[in-house]
């Protein structure tokens, strides 16, 4: 069984320029989460998806940040435009229940905004 | 909201040694409390869990932990290391009766531990 995908696993782009992470969740897990590691510092909640929907984004920082996951399958966050300070790991995880009990995280997507 | 410290951010220690890794957290409320690991390269695993019952856990390759709930901790134990355990240690909670955020994973910063052979 495939586990959590990200693509790309690193990207390197200027500040004022967009980017789009994608998360390809495993197969019938309708939880998928994003979080995110700045500079080495603790991992962090960015939001949660319930299928489509969005179960919970209070983590999100500012609306520079865009999650979609429509169709309920994989999911792509858009940073536009990328600020020095959104340099980081971000990692997503999928489940088939929610509760975060039995989380399956992918590799991350290693982000850096020069 | 919830948070969780990891004291030491990088330990190294030679093979056969002890290891303990602290994690402490604050939260009132019931918890679950998680340590995954991460190897270089690859992604986040789970390496135990505690929901509740019997508060010392074991986990995969042959590591432990307990939950003192007076101390609000979740220590990382392993009697022996070895040089494959080498990597990054991250302790998580969650309160799932809680909502909005508290109901999902709160990491600690976590601890790059390195096994010298």
């Known amino acids: 069984e495939a586990g959590v995908t990200q693509f790309p696993s690193h990207s390197v782009i200027e500040k004022g320029q967009t980017v789009t992470l994608r998360c390809d969740p495993i197969?019938?897990?309708?939880?998928l989460y994003w979080y995110r590691r700045v500079m080495g510092k603790e991992i962090k909640f960015l939001l949660h998806f319930v299928k489509e929907s969005k179960q919970d984004e209070s983590g999100m920082p500012n609306n520079r940040f865009l999650a979609e996951r429509t169709g309920g399958t994989y999911s792509t966050l858009k940073v536009q435009p990328a600020e020095l300070e959104d340099s980081g790991v971000y990692f997503c995880?999928?489940?088939?229940?929610?509760?975060?009990?039995?989380?399956?995280f992918g590799s991350g997507t290693q982000l850096s905004v020069l | 909201a919830q948070s969780v410290s990891q004291h030491n951010h990088h330990v190294i220690l030679s093979e056969a040694a002890s290891l303990e890794l602290g994690c402490n957290y604050s939260?009132?409320?019931?918890?679950?409390l998680f340590w995954y690991v991460q190897y270089p390269g690859q992604h986040l695993q789970l390496l135990l869990k505690y929901f509740s019952g019997d508060p010392l856990v074991k986990g995969i390759k042959g590591f432990e932990a307990e939950f003192i709930k007076s101390k609000f901790s979740f220590n990382l134990r392993k009697p022996s290391v070895q040089w494959s355990d080498t990597a990054e240690y991250f302790c998580?909670?969650?309160?799932?009766?809680?909502?909005?955020?508290?109901?999902?994973?709160?990491f600690g910063s976590g601890t790059q531990l390195t096994v010298l052979p």
């Open positions: 995880a999928s489940s088939q229940v929610s509760g975060g009990k039995k989380l399956f």
């Open positions: 197969s019938g897990h309708d939880n």
């Open positions: 998580a909670v969650n309160a799932p009766g809680a909502s909005g955020s508290a109901r999902q994973l709160t």
């Open positions: 939260y009132g409320g019931t918890v679950n």
